[in-house]
T-cell receptor
């Protein structure tokens, strides 16, 4: 148990559906992240929020839309996805600043796009 | 992009020490070395980090060479539950990104 929870743990959706992934951290951190991990590929950083402001968007397609309403919650809104978007989506949080910063990861949401 | 090089896979006998190497020859003086592991289909788990001194915690030891161009993660008594992909990451001093490479897939054999 890392203090970062994600829901749902598994999601199957069609290409025309709209769904949202939710992440919540109970660690008092001020930065949150979305990562994508496709099969047999390294983790890819998608979005970074620091103090609820988006500071990084690594050229992610617009069909992925993040939202960070407060420092404890992070959402990833999905619409008109493609089958190649099927992957494990991981959320992480950290306390920005300092030299010992580490990221704490949630268990992930396994997404399948049909 | 990842600034580290790790072997693709390794095996280790249960109960023996697992030594996982990592090369980071372009590391800067103020960059830290972090180790994470990822058990199949779970989120990565922090193991240990260091700057230039050797570090030890309840999970592992981290040995960093004097020139800081390489390091070794040591799991002193590997168990079957240590089977995972282990990532060696060099973190930039500024910013908060972690760049995960392909890591080393460690299999602990009974």
């Amino acid at each position: 148990e890392t203090g970062v929870t994600q829901t749902p743990r598994h999601l199957v959706m069609g290409m025309t559906n709209k769904k949202s992934l939710k992440c919540e951290q109970h660690l008092g951190h001020n930065a949150m992240y979305w990562y994508k991990q496709s099969a047999k590929k390294p983790l890819e950083l998608m979005f970074v929020y620091s103090l609820e402001e988006r500071v990084e968007n690594n050229s992610v397609p617009s069909r992925f839309s993040p939202e960070c309403p407060n420092s404890s919650h992070l959402f990833l809104h999905l619409h008109t996805l493609q089958p190649e978007d099927s992957a494990l989506y991981l959320c992480a949080s950290s306390q920005e600043g300092g030299t010992g910063m580490q990221q704490f990861f949630g268990p992930g949401t396994r997404l399948t796009v049909l | 992009d990842a600034k580290t090089t790790q072997p693709t896979s390794m095996d280790c006998a249960e109960g023996r020490a697992a030594n996982l190497p990592c090369n980071h020859s372009t590391i800067s003086g103020n960059e830290y070395v972090y180790w994470y592991r990822q058990i199949h289909s779970q989120g990565p788990q922090y193991i240990i980090h260091g700057l230039k001194n050797n570090e030890t915690n309840e999970m592992a030891s981290l040995i960093i060479t004097e020139d800081r161009k390489s390091s070794t993660l040591i799991l002193p008594h590997a168990t079957l539950r240590d089977t995972a992909v282990y990532y060696c990451i060099v973190r930039p001093y500024t910013g908060n990104q972690f760049y995960f490479g392909t890591g080393t897939s460690l299999t602990v054999i009974p």
